[in-house]
């Protein structure tokens, strides 16, 4: 490591808060699906930043949106009206059939939004509704909201008390839902793939459930689209692709191609009952932001990335299956599009450490999931390479006999 990079790392120690425990990297640039360190060895990203960098590294069209922008305006506050946010709103109405944005900066924050809109709806219709139904293994975030219907205890016990009323049911198990959900629920929120929780797509026979009851108690639905929405995995949203019809829709992490961004999305009748003053943000949907999501959003649709996801995806499946069959540790590949996870037999992280050895970035989730979120433009040979690094590193592996 060069001593740029040790007194990077430095003075991070010193002075960042230590929430995350990072993997002694230091990237300084990157191109496509390429980043580079400060020693300028070339890594190939499966990761993209945890689902952000849809367009890759320094896109061309991000970059010069991004700079015009700030050439000419960046930030007017929503006191005002500014020409992009109803651009935004409505290209997003078109990809999701929700007709209203409320616009925020990250993922926990669209989260909160919908939770609050969900409890906004109930006030208004005269029979508050406080419950939410929610998933175990799922993640939201972790703010106070977004973390009260987060089923890890890790992240959840220091901070209790959270949100009452919170109650989690068994992922894909449709008769636990049914039973759960009451006239008592305001809301079910679901990950329709759950990312954190290990890469689990809802199945279509629990989607059905959650409609049902949705139907047989009016119950809202509030579908997590933060890591599976936006074209990741080749449908512009994975709910609409598993039969949910979601009231609220939270997005964020791709949305602004690395400029945050989140939203929430609402049908009119939700919309309806949400009045001026109910929810705000200062950033919420300013001028750089709404710039950049419109160019992320302009080259899924018009620049053809949501087809490309669907066959660079459906590569991606073969080769991970291939790569499955030929290590005993994998016990599971999951996943659609361009969201995979390897269930291993034993903890991931020697895994990914080997990958990041061999100049391959993965990450793990849930203790024993690999977890791959290329940025969406990745090719057909961009993936064999990653693939092939990740074939190695799982052979390092179990070479090691689960010492590494
Ligand atoms: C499904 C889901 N919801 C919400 C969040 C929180 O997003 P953020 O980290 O931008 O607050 C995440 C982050 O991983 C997520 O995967």
């Known amino acids: 490591m060069t001593t740029v990079a040790t007194d990077i790392q430095a003075l991070e120690t010193r002075h960042v808060l230590q929430t995350y425990r990072r993997a002694p990297v230091t990237f300084v640039r990157g191109q496509g699906v390429r980043l580079y360190d400060a020693d300028g060895r070339a890594y190939l990203d499966l990761l993209s930043g945890i689902g952000v960098a849809a367009l890759g590294h320094a896109h061309a069209g991000l970059a010069h949106a991004i700079a015009d922008q700030a050439d000419t305006l960046l930030h007017t506050s929503n006191l005002f009206y500014h020409p992009l946010q109803g651009q935004l709103a409505e290209r997003l109405a078109i990809l999701s059939g929700l007709p209203r944005a409320f616009f925020c900066n990250s993922g926990a924050e669209a989260v909160e939004a919908c939770l609050k809109f969900a409890r906004r709806y109930w006030y208004t219709q005269g029979e508050p509704r406080s419950e939410f ?13 977004a973390l009260s219907v987060t ?36 809301a079910i929120i679901a990950e329709p793939i759950q990312g954190e929780g290990g890469v ?32 990741r995995t080749g449908h512009p949203f994975y709910a609409t692709a598993i039969g949910l019809k979601p009231d609220l829709i ?15 999305l609402l049908s009119e009748r939700v919309a309806a009952t949400i009045a001026f003053g109910d929810h705000g943000s200062t950033y919420g949907g300013n001028l750089l932001a709404c710039r950049a999501a419109i160019c992320v959003l302009d080259e899924l649709v018009a620049g053809g990335l949501l087809n490309h996801i669907g066959r660079v ?63 969406l433009v990745i090719t057909a040979d961009e993936i064999d390479e990653g693939l092939s690094g990740l074939d190695a590193a799982l052979g390092d592996v179990e070479s090691d006999g689960g010492t590494v």
């Open 133 to 145: 139904i929610a998933l175990e293994e799922s993640f939201h975030g972790r703010t106070f909201g």
């Open 151 to 186: 089923s890890d205890e890790h992240y959840r016990a220091p901070f209790e008390p959270l949100l009452p009323g919170v109650r989690f049911v068994p992922v894909n198990d449709p008769e636990a839902l049914l039973a759960a959900v009451s006239p008592r629920t305001a």
């Open 200 to 231: 689990r797509p809802l199945t279509p026979a629990f989607a059905a459930a959650i409609m049902a009851a949705c139907d047989r108690t009016g119950a809202l639905l509030i579908a997590d689209e933060v890591q599976s929405g936006l074209g």
């Open 250 to 264: 939270s997005v964020g992490k791709a949305l602004g191609g690395g400029v945050p961004i989140g939203a929430a």
């Open 313 to 375: 995806g459906r590569h991606m499946e073969e080769r991970l299956n291939a790569v499955a069959a030929a290590h005993s540790i994998v016990k599971q590949v999951r996943g659609a599009g361009l969201i995979w996870g390897l269930e291993l037999t034993r903890a991931a992280a020697p895994v990914v450490s080997a990958a990041l050895a061999r100049g391959v970035i993965v990450n793990r989730t849930a203790e024993t999931v690999v977890r791959l979120l290329p940025p």
